[in-house]
């Protein structure tokens, strides 16, 4: 009997080739954690995305980080939600808790046809914990689809500590109720302007 080839992988379940958010922890900051957060450098990000077939990363500053620990030095870290939150009608008050996240002021900001959204991208960093209820997938899945899976970003987070590797959020991500279309358009979204 003639062997069959398995089908390729659709577009869906290869690996995308960016993760948008990425962070490099030195001894000096991973200190500041008191040991719950251990140092993690540029070499051992890079095997972790070779692992996972992900050629492109996008690094951010721990500095948001180190400004939970020292906000009197760093003021500009605890100023981050009120920056996405003046995007809502009703303020950083907002009053409907599923929705008192960036992600949630932003799709309804885009929704309301909010020109100051226009431009603007979401990376999925930490929504879909490999362990997350089903109603919290619901609504994170609800939620790529107001902002727009064309101005979605994958990104995996620290790969540090109890944070997925970027192998490991790819396949928490993919647990969503989203489609395999919705899958392969995130997956392909590269803001090559900010790699």
Known sequence: ??????????????????????????????????GSLPAITAEEVVGLLDAAGISLALVLSGAAQAGVFLEELLPAAAAVPVQVAHLADTGPG????????AMGVLAEAVE???????????????????????????????????????????GSDAAAGDNARP????????????????????????ATHLL
Do not use: K
């Open 112 to 154: 309301r046809g909010d020109p100051r959204t226009d431009r603007l991208w979401f990376d999925v960093a930490t929504i879909a914990p490999p362990a997350m209820w089903p109603p919290n997938a619901a609504l994170a899945a609800r939620r790529i689809r107001q902002v727009g899976v064309g101005r979605i970003l994958y």
């Open 1 to 34: 009997m003639p062997r069959r080839s398995a089908p390729p992988p659709s577009a869906s379940q290869v690996a995308p080739p960016a993760d948008h958010h990425q962070h490099l922890f030195s001894p000096a900051l991973a200190a500041l954690y008191a």
């Open 94 to 101: 907002y009053d409907d808790p599923p929705a008192d996240t």
């Open 167 to 190: 192998r490991e959020g790819w396949a928490a991500f993919r647990r969503l109720p989203l489609d395999d279309d919705e899958f392969a358009r995130i997956a392909s979204n590269v």
